[in-house]
């Protein structure tokens, strides 16, 4: 404690080589904690983890509340970050010796908004590599952003708890770790479709179904044929 009952002042670089050894104490126990470590200055580089971040900060709920978790992540607080089927798992070094344990959990997609996505993307996603890249379209991008039917999650589909004592409706941890998916996602985009339970693979196939459907249908012609996966997977080297 400082002066006056503030707490003392602790430079970036302390805080930096605090999170450093906390992760190297870690590693002595379980050599497979997965470290948030940025590359550079920025928080994130691509097209994900930018409209991640993005779409957090666009929601009054979170609007005044996530920024605070930037400087986590960039001061490697978030000691270990792991992302799976609708969960994501975080160890983020705070005031205290000992981490915090961090839980957040994402309502998988619904069967409506799954409907609804297959028919923004009609014919307009033409590879998985193009997905994966973020290279479609700008307009396709309400596709992850529209509030009501987008990929990205909203902020009642985003549940969270952490053992901290702070009674913030978002505390710096939970803050931070969802800036650490923003930069998971930044390295390795298919983790977003794992995180809510899609398959990325077959939203190419619905997108290349309607393409096809679409010009049999200017061609004057009904479409009766359902397109096998592997006959995508073949044609599209998926």
């Known amino acids: ?5 503030y707490s003392k002042y602790v430079s970036v670089a302390e805080k930096k080589a605090k999170a450093i050894r906390a992760i190297e104490k870690l590693k002595k ?7 948030v470590i940025l590359e550079g200055s920025a928080l994130v580089k691509t097209w994900w983890g930018k409209s991640w971040n993005h779409n957090l900060e666009s929601y009054a709920d979170y609007s005044n509340r996530v920024s605070r978790g930037r400087s986590y992540v960039r001061n490697n607080a978030v000691l270990d970050l792991r992302i799976s089927k ?7 070094q705070g ?5 915090y344990v961090v839980k957040i959990q994402i309502d998988t997609l619904s069967r409506d908004k799954w409907d609804q996505v297959t028919r923004l993307c009609n014919h307009r996603i033409d590879s998985l590599e193009q997905l994966i890249e973020g ?7 309400v596709m992850f952003t ?12 985003i549940h969270f708890s ?13 803050a931070a770790t969802l800036y650490g998916i923003g930069a998971r ?3 390795n985009p298919m983790l977003f479709f794992d995180l809510r339970d899609i398959d990325g693979q077959e939203l190419v196939k619905k997108s290349m179904e309607k393409k096809l459907e679409n010009m049999l249908i200017n061609a004057g012609k009904k479409s009766t044929r359902e397109i096998a996966a592997e006959d995508v997977q073949g044609i599209f080297g998926l």
């Not at 126990?29 to 470290?35: Q, S």
């Not at 005031?95 to 981490?99: G, I, L, M, N, V």
């Not at 901290?164 to 710096?172: G, Q, S, Y």
């Open 185 to 187: 996602l930044d390295v």
């Open 1 to 5: 404690m400082g002066y006056y009952g």
């Open 95 to 99: 005031s205290r010796a000992k981490p």
């Open 146 to 157: 529209e509030k009501k039917y987008g990929l990205f999650p909203s902020p009642k589909e």
């Open 86 to 92: 609708g969960i994501v798992s975080a160890l983020v």
């Open 29 to 35: 126990k379980n050599k497979d904690i997965d470290p």
């Open 135 to 141: 290279k479609f379209p700008k307009e396709l991008s």
């Open 162 to 174: 952490c053992d901290c004592p702070d009674w913030a409706f978002v505390c710096k941890h939970v």
